[in-house]
């Protein structure tokens, strides 16, 4: 199935992403681990791609697996940075021979030894977007980032091209995570102001580890509020007091959204099964799980 189709069924969904293992020897544990999260049946699960070709070679497996097992809706990231235009052509190939109808096609963080710039096959996610149109009947998702991508000197700039992504034929965006819905609400009335009109998939990420603080500020640079700040103070040294409390936090949020209209919401499990389960236990009755 389409996650387009899933985002037009009229009522509420939950999506999940997991990552792939980096090396072969983390295969199993990494399968065993994914097939826990899809065994929650999720309405989509989605597998991240590394962007330096780490964990590239295992995204598409994972996906088969979970679609072969559990018969979950997959998403396969793609990212196009420093990659070749056969290197993406042969991921495109795998994906249509394994019926993989969903892509989240992504530039990705610029590696520090990626090659000149003027070598990349794909300068931005928006070439990528067109490309996988060309090749086939793929639904495409994009990311966005409702603090502004830490490439733009502006939001308003960053706005402009995603933008270009829904202009090369984007489905859906997701986003970037945050930890203030209001974050969220301004950025959405800009996107639509801006003529965004595609769907806009929120991104919770659950904070249930302190270690988790410092890729949070280095990946999105999130404002974090002081309700946050406050939990992670009184709990962060606290390994099941912080992931109760994260859990709650991530559920609190996720009820703000649904209870805003936003029907669709994704959440980062990093693989973690009692995470992931328990959010859609607080969630069961309001997304018709019971
Ligand atoms: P783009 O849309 O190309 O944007 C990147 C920057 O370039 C932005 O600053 C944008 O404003 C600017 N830009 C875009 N188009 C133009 C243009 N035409 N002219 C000038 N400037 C332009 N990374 C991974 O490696 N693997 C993953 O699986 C992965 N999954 C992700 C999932 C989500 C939901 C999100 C939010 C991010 C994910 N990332 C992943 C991270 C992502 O790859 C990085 O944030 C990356 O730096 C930008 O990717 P993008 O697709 O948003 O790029």
Known sequence: ????????????????????????????????????????NPDYMSVTYGAGGGRSRFTVDVAVNLMEKYGTTMVAHLTCVSSTKEQIDEQISRMKETGIENILALRGDIPADAPAREDWSFQHASELVRYIRSQG?????????????????????????????????????????????????????????????????????????????????????????????????????????????????????????????????HVYTMNDYEVAGAILRNLSHIIGRD
Do not use: W
């Not at 069924?9 to 199993?28: D, M, T, V, Y």
């Not at 980032?145 to 829904?166: F, T, V």
């Not at 965006?173 to 969220?184: A, G, S």
């Open 1 to 40: 199935m389409k996650v387009s189709q899933i985002l037009a069924n009229g009522r509420q969904s939950l999506s999940f992403e997991i990552f792939p293992p980096k090396k072969e020897s983390a295969f199993e544990s990494i399968k065993e681990a994914t097939e826990k999260v899809a065994s929650l």
């Open 137 to 265: 009947d793929f639904c495409v998702g994009g990311a966005c980032y409702p603090e502004g991508h830490p490439e733009s000197e502006h939001i308003m700039l960053d706005i402009a091209n995603m933008k270009k992504k829904q202009d090369a034929g984007l489905d859906y965006f997701v986003t970037q995570m945050f930890f203030d819905n209001n974050v969220l609400y301004n950025y959405l009335f800009k996107m639509r102001e801006s003529g965004i009109t595609i769907p806009v998939i929120p991104g919770i990420m659950p904070f249930t580890k302190k270690s988790q603080l410092k890729s949070i500020r280095d990946l999105s640079g999130s404002f974090l509020p002081q309700r946050f700040i406050q939990m992670v103070d009184r709990f962060g040294d606290d390994p099941k007091s912080m992931k109760q409390a994260g859990i709650a936090y991530a559920t609190d949020q996720i009820i703000d959204l649904y209870a805003n209209a936003i029907d669709h919401v």
